[in-house]
């Protein structure tokens, strides 16, 4: 069994910053791409970051310039800096990722639980 599990969102002001962490654990054969998504209370899951298994990233276009995704693969964990953080950043923050195991052998999405981030203005 594969588990998610996020950390480090709260309240912040406008301008400011947090850094979201996900560690992934359980029978991991392989971790392939690993990414955020957030929502907002009414609103559809949005994707927000995305990092291959060779690093590259990418982001949606509203927080470009502003967060870094990044990855430790020895570690199993992925991580999102973001700075200059504006009220319509407030969301459930949602760690995705998509993972290799043996017993059974397949490749299947797995999400965390979601933390909370919430800018104030």
């Known amino acids: 069994q594969v588990q998610l599990v996020e950390s480090g969102g709260g309240l912040v002001q406008t301008g400011g910053s947090l850094r979201l962490s996900c560690a992934a654990s359980?029978?991991?054969?392989?971790?392939?791409?690993m990414g955020w998504y957030r929502q907002a209370p009414g609103k559809q899951r949005e994707w927000v970051a995305l990092?291959?298994?060779?690093?590259?990233?990418n982001y949606v276009d509203s927080v470009k310039g502003r967060f870094t995704i990044s990855r430790d693969n020895t570690k199993n964990t992925v991580d999102l800096q973001m700075n200059s953080l504006k009220p319509e950043d407030t969301s459930v923050y949602y760690c995705?990722?998509?993972?290799?195991?043996?017993?059974?052998?397949?490749?299947?999405?797995?999400w965390g639980q979601g933390t909370q981030v919430t800018v104030s203005s």
């Open positions: 359980g029978s991991i054969f392989r971790i392939n791409s």
């Open positions: 995705n990722a998509l993972i290799a195991t043996t017993q059974p052998m397949r490749v299947t999405q797995y």
């Open positions: 990092i291959t298994s060779g690093s590259d990233t």
